[in-house]
């Protein structure tokens, strides 16, 4: 290896059809414990499923259609608790962030569209929650990170990469330490030093070896020059 020693060394998914009555009432808290919603690797789930549960809301049953997926990439839906949630600001928020869609949930369908006609003119839901600054600020920092991953990688991907770089390192170490002790003992040179301390002007054979390589190697010096440097013997 070292020439100077010149050694060889989500798919569809089905739920039945669920129907409660409930008038206009506030919307329920959601427990935020068991939420099957995305993080920040696997961004919003938007699970399209061929049947929504139906609440009843007076004579009529409503429930989430997946079709408000296609006008807001931040939302996303818990199966779970049957209630929609903003991933952009759950994720990135902060305590002073509308708890309606980070912590507690929003399934009140009768307000999700908002009201119809010119008259009413009624904002949705949805536009009135898109349209907040605390949602803005969230959603430019969504963009940000992504923007980060694109370069970077996720924080895993680094994270593994840097794991990777450091397994190949200590190889690349134990392997030099394997050609010197191998290039000694064919030698017949010994292995010691009578004071082997770092302040020592002959620390052995094997340790000079090392300091030589350390001066050459910056990855190898790295190590060496640790309190574990696996050189004891």
Known sequence: MFEIFKFKSKTIEEIPTGSTDTTDQPEPIVDDFDLDLGDLESGPKRPKLKQFPLTQFG????GFNSSYYVN???????INKDAI???????FGNNHTEPTFTSVGFKNWKK???????KNGKQSKLDAHASTKTHLTCMAKWSGHNITVQKTGTVHTQL?????????????????????????????LAFRGHD????????GNFKEACVLFSKHMPK??????????????
């Open 59 to 62: 004579s009529q049953k409503r």
């Open 72 to 78: 807001n990439n931040w939302l996303e839906y818990s």
């Open 85 to 91: 949630f903003c991933y952009a600001c759950r994720i």
């Open 112 to 118: 999700l569209c908002g009201s119809r006609g010119l």
């Open 160 to 188: 593994t990469t840097q794991h990777q770089l450091e397994i190949a390192a200590n190889r690349e170490y134990m392997n030099s330490l394997i050609d010197i002790t191998l290039y000694l003992a064919t030698q017949g």
């Open 196 to 203: 082997e301390n770092k302040t020592s002007l002959n620390q």
């Open 220 to 233: 190898f010096s790295e190590i060496f020059s640790k309190d574990t440097n696996y050189t004891s013997h």
